[in-house]
Each structure stands twice: as structure tokens, then as C-alpha cells.
């Protein structure tokens, strides 16, 4: 084969696999535009749709199923996602004040304690990849994603990696049809179930091992100062909240007063609600697991918060 | 640089091993005297063997005697080591082994060139995770000069990209799967246990197959030809068989330097079936400092044994009973790989009772259903291409047509940057 014959070859092949990834990333988006099911940031979606309430709750698992608006009031929202801490939702927020759909009001970022250390860096870093499709429009989004590596510009000189984790189900639901709804307020029941008390008990094994925390991760602090300014600069009010563990890990309770300087050092509001402030909340059955509410005890949680809030 | 990388100071430790490997046998080829010959392999040996044991095995011994106290009513107060698993030792450590043997056996010469020596052991496209080499296959290539083509780079990248897909689209997206019901083992039952066994064991098979396809891959780029390690083994219909098509380069290791000297077939029946037994059993400890390991070493051993015995390791003509063969030896091959996951012998126990369990059920995928369609779908594909590859030679994967071999990689490239999943986990035999 000729050297001509052969460059043309490797022209085309690069010509094809452009073409097909400009295609594929355009095919994409356009369905990533269009999701309002649970899937796919269609959360995020579905609430970019709706007027801004006066007060959202951000944060994980244990706002997600936790927390009840409509006893918190009328015009209370959560948006919350499983397995998504700090990073991700200072990213987020950053992500609601660029459209400008922060709340009227308030706004309440659930955090958790062991994202105060070094060593769930990564862990955090992992969590901001489900907001990919962001990271050439928010520059927050795309400072953090950078954070994992020198590899990761490159990765975003694909159009369809934006899409990666998401990309089966978008191009399947057209297909299937197949869509979780996203519900009204942001709240997900997690309903008592006979398991309850066993998965408590493992959980009480599993999540007791030695958490080697070690130092300080500075970038805590750098996006709830990051999330402070947001919200003065919009005139809202920001309330930082540490939710109830069943049993909190030894470990973490040096956390709970480094949390607090943070929050005096910075003028912050810093709500911490341990469990046995909720009355009820000793009892097993009002639990999941060690980090979570079941339905009833989210009631219980929920009426506390109200009582302690004075939300609008 | 390359396994520096990793911990810098174990560098030290490749650097002994490679010393040791060089001068030993220099050394016992410049005597004749066949007793200093032996002294000088022996302690060739021990002293690999010795950084094997205290860097893998050291633990394992302590808690074996823990045990063995705890059994005899007596008190051992176990005392840990707190060295992390070099990588890849158990594979480098077989490598020089391999040299030293053949050496000693004067198949070949020792290397006089300690820079091609140490590049032999080091030769980072399969240092941590082989296929493990013969220095008449490998360390003879070094020698020779090579000219860049291009098709070298070619038929590199395609083996590279194929070895890329079954690792991040089939192997990572499956793993997701299969650890959140083995990570929740006591609410599954014993039908999720099994369905995630499964995943587990197509998992295990494109982790591994896949890193050994990008060895080769890289290598063939550089124009040197690494060994092939797999030969599409889910389609074999013998246990006997499929250790013939998996993890080859050990299989024909343990065969070459443990077997045959044990005996090989020649000898009585019982001799015979005694050697098989021992060499899976080493089989089974060379990939991991625990008792799980020994099981399905032992396991895997009765059963080549069995075979043996009532003549079931020869392949049928019968096409019926040649796919009923393929069928129950693949259910076995995924029943015995419990202990292969298991993360120790407790949890080994537990999901052996999981298994048995049939009322409660809580198969809750949550977060995997994003990696249980493109698990699928690549284990589809990779079906695809091993039916493909049983059929014809394994260096067919190279279709013979440019177009097509454009229109597969651009599809392959466009699949793992798609499905792929981005967190990177690491290789499973990176832990051996």
C-alpha cells in the first residue's frame, strides 16, 4: 500500500469517528434537553421548568428521603440526589444561580461530615461526573471535574462523553418509553418494610469501621464561602443543616465542632440536629439504616425542622 | 518509572529479584559441578520465593496460625505486617522463575546484558498483570532490531481498543452490578446471588482478558509479540479444557515447571491424579493469600480429577451433548466462582447460605440500572466476537478489510467513551 493510500485511510477514519461523535454528542443533547424523568438530570430538568420556591433543600440521600416539604410549607422544594455531597452541590447550586433559579428565600444545603477530610476527596470527585453535561458552561463544574486529573480536558474533546453513564437510557427511552416521574416537591418515601431493622443493624456494623479521617480538605470551606456569596449577592438566606444519624460515628464527632468554626469563622447559619434532639427518634422503627429515615421518622424529622426553622 | 509509579520504594524489590535472577544463574552456569549448579538454583529460588512470602503470603500465615490456635484451645497473638501487595509480584516472580528454571535445564543461555535482562522482568506492557513470559519468547525479541510499520501499529490499536472496551464497558459496568448484591448480600436471595455470580464471572473474564488484549496490544505496537493468555474459555466443555484456554501462560507454567517435574502423565494413576491436585492447588494460592483461594484451587483440582477418572474431559462428537457439556461445565465454572469473590471465608459462608435462600428478596438495582443495560450490551458483543474468535484463529479479530476494520473501531471508540464507565476501577488481578 502506498504512503498516500494509506494517509487517505487514516484521514478518513478520523473524518468518520468526528463526524460520528459530533453526530451522536448533537443526537444526544437534544434528548438531554427534552428528559423530564427521573433519570439523566431530569430532576434538574423538571425544576428549571418551575417558578423558584422560597426555600429548597439541597443535598443527598438523607434530604431525598428525610425530608418532607409539605410539612416544612406550601412553598418548600427539595432537590436532592442520591450518593451527592458537597461538591456536587455547590455545583449545582452554582448550576441554578447561572440559570437564575435560586430560591426567593431560603436555602438550606444539607452537608455531611466526613467530606470535611481529604480522604473523601475522591469520592467527591466522582460524584460531580453526573453533571458532565455542564462542564463547558459552568466554570465551577468544570474546575472541580479538572481537580481529577490532567486527563480529563482531553475526555471533554468528545461531544458524547458529556453524555457517559447517561447515554444508554436516553437513547433507549425513546424506545422504551420507560420514565420514572419525578416527584412534585423532590421527596422520594422510603416506606417502613420488615427489613428495616436488619439492614439498621448491618448498617450499625458496616458503617463503624475505622474511617481514617485525616486532614482538612480546604475546599470545604473555599464552596460553602463560594455558596455564602452566592446567596447574599441574590439576597437569600443561607441555613447549613447536618441531618440525625442513628448512631454517629466516633470519628465524627470532632467534625461536628470543626463544622461549627467554619460556620462562625464565615457568618454562616449552621443548624445541627442530632438524633437525640427529635424526640421519638431513639426508636428503631423510625429508621432505614444508620443514615436514614424510613417514612414514619421522616415525619418526625420533618415536624422538628419546621418547629426549629420558621420558614416563610 | 512505569512501577514506580505505583509506591516508589518497591522499585527496590524488583530491582533484587532482577539482580538476584541475573548473577544466580551466570553464576551456575560458569560451574559444572552439577551439586554447585543445584545450590545455586536452590538459593535462586528461595530468595524469590522468600519476597513472595513476605510481601503476599506473611499475613495469611499469621492468621492460618491464629487459627490453628484458636482450634486447639491454645493463644496466638497473630503479629501483621503492615506492607502493602506489591503489584503484579506473584506474575514477575513466575517470570524469573521460568528463566531460572530453563537456565538451570540449559534450554537456554543467561542473558549477559543485564539492561535486557531487567527490561525481561520489567517489561512494563505485562509486568503487573502478564501474560507471564518465557525468556525464550520475550527476551529473545529484544535482541532483535525493529522496523516500524505501521501495521504494527494498526493491529496494536485494534487489540488495544478491543482490550479497552471489555474493561470499561463490559467488566466496570458489571462490577457495579455484581458488588452491590455481594456488598448486600444478606438481603439477596439465592436467584440474585446467583444472577450477580454470573455478572461476576463475565466480569472477571473481560477485566482480565481485557488487560491481557491491551498488553498485547501496546506491545504489538512497539513490534513485540506478547503471548496469548486466553482462548475464549466460556466456550470450553471440560473443566480440564478450560484451563487450557484461561490464564494460558500460567496453566502451561505450573504444567512445564511443576507438573511434569512432579511426574507429568507418565507416572502411576494415583501419582498422576496426586500432581494435578497439588498444581491446582498452587493454582489457587498463586492468585491470593487466603483460604478462599485454596478452596477453589482444591475445588477445581477434584473436578480436573474427576474428569480424568470417568473419561468426561474428552470432547464429545455428538453435537448435542457437546452443547449440554458446554452448559453444565460453564455452570460450574460460575457456581465456583463464590470463593473467587468472597472476601474472605466468613463471607464466603454467608453467600454460600445466601444462595440457598429463597423467600426474602430485595434485588434493589437503584443507582446500577444505569450500568445494567450497557453491561448487557456489551457482554452481547463481546458473546459476539468470542463466538467469532472460537470459530477462526485469534488473530482474526483483525478483520481482513480496511472498511471494516475502520467502521469497528470508530463503533468500539465511540462505545467506551459512551457506555464506558469513567471512574476507572482498577484490574481485578492487579491484586495478584
Not at chain 2, 452481547?380 to 463466538?387: E, G, R, S, Y
Request: glycine share 6%.
Amino acid at each position: 500500500m502506498t504512503a498516500k493510500k494509506r494517509t487517505y485511510r487514516i484521514l478518513l477514519f478520523l473524518v468518520i469517528l468526528i463526524m460520528a461523535d459530533k453526530g451522536l454528542g448533537w443526537y444526544l443533547e437534544s434528548l438531554y434537553k427534552q428528559n423530564r424523568c427521573d433519570f439523566s438530570n431530569g430532576k434538574l430538568n423538571v425544576y428549571l421548568d418551575k417558578k423558584p420556591p422560597d426555600t429548597l433543600f439541597v443535598g443527598s440521600s438523607r434530604v431525598l428521603h428525610m425530608i418532607k416539604p409539605e410539612i416544612l410549607g406550601a412553598n418548600t422544594e427539595l432537590l436532592a440526589h442520591q450518593h451527592k455531597h458537597i461538591y456536587h452541590n455547590a455545583a449545582l447550586i452554582d448550576i441554578l444561580r447561572m440559570k437564575k433559579k435560586l430560591p426567593k428565600k431560603v436555602l438550606v444545603l444539607h452537608i455531611e461530615l466526613e467530606d470535611l477530610y481529604m480522604r473523601t476527596e475522591p469520592m467527591l470527585l466522582d460524584q460531580l461526573y453526573s453533571l458532565k453535561y455542564y462542564y463547558h458552561q459552568n466554570p465551577l463544574v468544570k474546575r472541580l471535574i479538572d481537580k481529577q486529573g490532567y486527563q480529563e480536558p482531553i475526555k471533554f474533546l468528545s461531544s458524547v462523553y458529556r453524555f457517559n453513564g447517561d447515554g444508554w437510557k436516553l437513547l433507549s427511552y425513546p424506545i422504551t418509553n420507560n420514565c420514572k416521574e419525578v416527584s412534585k416537591d423532590g421527596y422520594e418515601a422510603l416506606f417502613p418494610s420488615e427489613n428495616d431493622l436488619k439492614r439498621l443493624e448491618k448498617s450499625l456494623v458496616d458503617d463503624f469501621e475505622p474511617m481514617q479521617l485525616d486532614k482538612i480538605n480546604p475546599e470545604f470551606e473555599k464552596l460553602i464561602q463560594q455558596v455564602q456569596k452566592t446567596c447574599s449577592s441574590n439576597g437569600i438566606e443561607l441555613i447549613v443543616l447536618r441531618g440525625p444519624y442513628y448512631k454517629l460515628h466516633p470519628e465524627l464527632n470532632h467534625a461536628t465542632s470543626l463544622m461549627q468554626e467554619i460556620a462562625v469563622r464565615n457568618h454562616i447559619q449552621f443548624v445541627n440536629v442530632p438524633r437525640v434532639e427529635v424526640s421519638g427518634l431513639e426508636k428503631k422503627e423510625f429508621w432505614y439504616d444508620n443514615m436514614h429515615l424510613n417514612d414514619n421518622g421522616a415525619s418526625l424529622y420533618s415536624k422538628h425542622l419546621k418547629s426549629i426553622f420558621y420558614l416563610p | 518509572m512505569f512501577y514506580m509509579s505505583w509506591e516508589p520504594a518497591y522499585i527496590l524489590l524488583i530491582l533484587i529479584s532482577t539482580a538476584t535472577d541475573y548473577f544466580l544463574c551466570r553464576f551456575l552456569t560458569s560451574k559444572s559441578e552439577a551439586r554447585k549448579r543445584k545450590a545455586g538454583l536452590i538459593l535462586n529460588i528461595s530468595l524469590n520465593l522468600v519476597l513472595l512470602f513476605v510481601f503476599k503470603y506473611y499475613n495469611f500465615f499469621q492468621d492460618t496460625l491464629d487459627g490453628l490456635a484458636q482450634l486447639f484451645g491454645g493463644n496466638y497473638a497473630p503479629r501483621y505486617s503492615s506492607f502493602l501487595l506489591p503489584v503484579g509480584i506473584s506474575f514477575y516472580t513466575f517470570q524469573t522463575l521460568s528463566y531460572s528454571f530453563d537456565v538451570y535445564r540449559k534450554k537456554i543461555l543467561p542473558e549477559k546484558h543485564f539492561g535486557k535482562f531487567a527490561l525481561f522482568v520489567a517489561y512494563f506492557p505485562q509486568l503487573v498483570a502478564g501474560p507471564i513470559e518465557r525468556a525464550s519468547d520475550l527476551l529473545t525479541q529484544f535482541k532483535e532490531r525493529v522496523t516500524f510499520k505501521i501495521t504494527m501499529l494498526q493491529e496494536g490499536a485494534v487489540l488495544f481498543l478491543w482490550g479497552l472496551f471489555k474493561k470499561a464497558v463490559v467488566a466496570d459496568n458489571l462490577k457495579i452490578l455484581a458488588d452491590h448484591v455481594f456488598d448486600n448480600a444478606d438481603f439477596q436471595n439465592g436467584g440474585s446471588i446467583i444472577f450477580a455470580l454470573f455478572a461476576f464471572t463475565i466480569q472477571i473474564y473481560a477485566d482480565f482478558s481485557g488487560y491481557s488484549d491491551m498488553a498485547i496490544g501496546v506491545s504489538k505496537m512497539m513490534g513485540i509479540d506478547l503471548s496469548i493468555n486466553f482462548k475464549t474459555p466460556y466456550f470450553s466443555r471440560s473443566i480440564s479444557e478450560f484451563w487450557r484456554r484461561w490464564h494460558i501462560t500460567l496453566s502451561f507454567w505450573l504444567r512445564d515447571y511443576v507438573f511434569i517435574p512432579l511426574g507429568g502423565s507418565r507416572a502411576q494413576k494415583w501419582k498422576i491424579y496426586r500432581n494435578l491436585f497439588l498444581v491446582f492447588l498452587l493454582a489457587g494460592i498463586w492468585h491470593g493469600a487466603d483460604w478462599t483461594f485454596v478452596i477453589w484451587g482444591a475445588v477445581h483440582g477434584l473436578l480436573v480429577i474427576i474428569e480424568r477418572v470417568f473419561g468426561w474431559h474428552k470432547s464429545p462428537t455428538n453435537p448435542i451433548w457437546n452443547f449440554l457439556k458446554w452448559g453444565f461445565t460453564f455452570a460450574i465454572i460460575i457456581l465456583t466462582m463464590l470463593p473467587v469473590r468472597a472476601e474472605d471465608f466468613e463471607h464466603l459462608l454467608n453467600l454460600g447460605g445466601q444462595i440457598l435462600q429463597t423467600n426474602t428478596h430485595e434485588l434493589y438495582l437503584g443507582f446500577a440500572e444505569n450500568v445494567f443495560t450497557p453491561g448487557i450490551f456489551g457482554l452481547i458483543i463481546l458473546f459476539l466476537v468470542d463466538w467469532f474468535v472460537a470459530k477462526k484463529s485469534i488473530l482474526d479479530i483483525r478483520m481482513k478489510h480496511w472498511t471494516v476494520q475502520l467502521s469497528w473501531s470508530v463503533f468500539i471508540i465511540i462505545s467506551i467513551i459512551l457506555l464506558g464507565d469513567a471512574k476507572a476501577e482498577a484490574f481485578f488481578y492487579f491484586q495478584f
